[in-house]
């Protein structure tokens, strides 16, 4: 996936300013920011669900923002996993699995059952394809709808903040299936808050603020030794006290060595959590 010069602007809100991105195949890359950075509107960008206002966005080859583009036949290629579950509540979870695989891949019953259940072996849900959405945790929902995109033999996946809805003690579960597709080398693009999956399993971390990119680099650089303030006061908020004791680094925003206490956070850190980036619609 190429991301060059992507901006997107609601009315008069720039929400993305200039993204350059890109991830190899393969190659696991969290996003990390506060809200309203911009993260959730870059996920959307990617598959089309907001058009940018100008850039372009290339994934597998094929340049998703061209006008002439099939966007249809393009998202074929890149799964997406929301941060509510979006399954169809009458549908049992082999149901769910199923209904896309027929309708745009046109495959057959026997072949999309067998690719269903395959794929909820993945993420250790075999003996739930007869369960409807309603007799689900939150936790096997969203396992159900990662094993969804994963029906359509995606060549990216993109995840937007996949834990956030659930209780604590579910979120382990989604985690260790994403683990376990970063180890299968799938290519993902990943919008979370946890910082420890970000530390142990993406190749690249890359930190949001204001619409922008202010650092991106090795999870050991990024969420350990981060070199902008802004970075580091970001992390100082989300980690516990104790991770949180950062050691003071340069910042080459200013040349000068600063901390992560309050003086150093932004407006777009400190601010209201609202604006079309929280939106997490389908």
Do not use: W
Not at 90 to 98: I, P, S, V
Request: glycine share 10%.
């Amino acid at each position: 996936m190429e991301i060059t010069g992507l901006h997107k602007s609601f009315g008069d809100l720039e929400v993305l300013r200039g993204i350059d991105l890109s991830v190899s195949p393969g190659e696991v890359v969290c996003v990390i920011g506060p809200s309203g950075s911009g993260k959730s509107t870059l996920l959307r960008c990617v598959n089309l669900l907001e058009e940018p206002t100008s850039g372009t966005v290339t994934v597998a080859g094929a340049e998703v923002t061209d006008p002439d583009v099939d966007i249809d036949r393009v998202r074929r290629r890149i799964g997406m996993v929301f941060q509510s579950f979006n399954l169809f509540p009458h549908l049992t979870a082999l149901g769910n699995l199923t209904i896309a695989q027929r309708r745009v891949l046109g495959r057959g019953k026997a072949e999309a059952e067998e690719t269903a259940r395959h794929n909820l072996r993945r993420v250790g849900l075999t003996d739930k394809e007869s369960a409807y959405p309603a007799q689900l945790s939150g936790g096997q929902q969203q396992r159900v709808a990662i094993a969804r995109a994963l029906s359509m033999d995606p060549r990216l996946m993109l995840f937007d903040e996949p834990t956030s809805a659930l209780d604590p003690e579910l979120v382990g579960d989604v985690l260790a299936v994403m683990r376990t597709l970063a180890d299968e080398g799938m290519t993902m693009l990943v919008v979370t808050h946890e910082m420890s999956f970000a530390r142990e399993v993406a190749d690249r971390v890359v930190f949001m603020d204001g619409g922008v990119i202010v650092e991106e680099g090795a999870p050991e650089q990024v969420v350990v030794e981060p070199r902008h303030a802004r970075t580091r006061a970001f992390l100082a908020r989300v980690l516990d006290p104790a991770a949180a004791e950062l050691p003071a680094a340069r910042d080459e925003e200013s040349g000068t060595e600063s901390g992560s206490g309050p003086g150093a956070q932004t407006a777009a850190e400190t601010g209201p959590e609202t604006g079309p980036e929280t939106d997490a619609r389908p």
